[in-house]
């Protein structure tokens, strides 16, 4: 389910909730709308309105956190990647072909996770390199071409003390590069449970219904609850998209990685 169809689902759902409220209210009896029974709706409610805006923020906190988490990450990779491609070059020539394949597999992963815009030009990368799901960044042919430079780097038959101190070095980054790689992949999944947010939704539905209970019947009453539930829907559609910081419209930022692209091909 996209981050747009969920949000789009709660605010159906929420209104679902305050027209419910509002076709019982007529039915109430007499005693039901005393002064003492208004007085204990409206102590509820501010309960259910500080639950519920307690719960969001601490939500958008943690997604916000997250996602500046996965961008520094990002960001890591990218400078990870240049300091590889600088030591391969200062090993030598026999580390050329390693060298061309990680410029191809940093172009091919900038192709796959940034679909929506411009491709790193030239032919020299593979194309059909996409993840199985829009919430993955793990490509098995990106593995792949990460897997054939770690046999390259094993491959290396260092003749001299510097150049065996090299390899050492070399094979330390590529295994930061790889550590890195797989904590970007296990970020890109959301955090947010399905559980859980059907238990959210379950309380915004209680707290519009309590709002369409004691609501006046007029038309200003109903586009304020409208207005209030487009608002909270939208909440959740950031809580969402935050929490999936490699789809939907807030993505981390493909510069670092377009910028270490620049420098591979230098």
């Known amino acids: 389910m996209s981050e747009l169809s969920g949000a789009t689902i709660l ?5 679902g909730g305050s027209a419910l409220g509002v076709l019982v209210q007529p039915f109430l009896s007499e005693h039901h709308r005393s002064q003492e029974t208004t007085d204990l709706i409206r102590l509820v409610v501010t309960m259910l309105v500080t639950f519920a805006a307690l719960v969001l923020g601490l939500l958008t906190s943690s997604v916000k956190t997250t996602f500046d988490t996965v961008d520094n990450d990002l960001r890591s990779f990218s400078i990870n990647l240049i300091q590889l491609d600088r030591l391969l070059g200062q090993y030598g020539s026999e580390t050329d072909a390693a060298r061309a394949l990680l410029r191809s597999y940093t172009a091919a992963a900038i192709a796959s996770t940034w679909a929506t815009e411009t491709n790193p030009p030239g032919g020299y990368y593979p194309m059909d390199v996409a993840p199985p799901s829009d919430n993955s960044i793990e490509s098995v042919k990106l593995g792949d071409m990460l897997a054939h430079i770690e046999i390259d780097l094993h491959q290396l ?3 001299d003390p510097m150049h065996r101190r090299q390899a050492v070095v070399i094979l330390n980054q ?10 970007l992949i296990e970020e890109a999944h959301s955090s947010i449970s399905m559980p ?8 915004l539905v209680i707290l519009f219904a309590s709002f369409g209970l004691s609501a006046p019947r007029n038309a ?3 586009i304020t609850i409208l207005l209030g539930a487009l608002s909270i829907a939208s909440v959740v559609y950031v809580i969402l998209d935050l929490d999936t910081p490699f789809s939907g419209l807030f993505m981390v930022s493909s510069q670092p990685m377009r910028e270490a692209l620049a420098q591979l091909s230098r």
Do not use: A, K, N
């Not at 590529?174 to 904590?183: K, P, S, V």
């Open 11 to 15: 605010l159906v759902i929420l209104l």
């Open 157 to 159: 038959d260092p003749t």
């Open 174 to 183: 590529f295994e930061q590069l790889m550590r890195l790689r797989w904590r």
């Open 196 to 203: 859980f947010y059907i238990v959210l939704t379950f309380w």
């Open 220 to 222: 200003l009453s109903y």
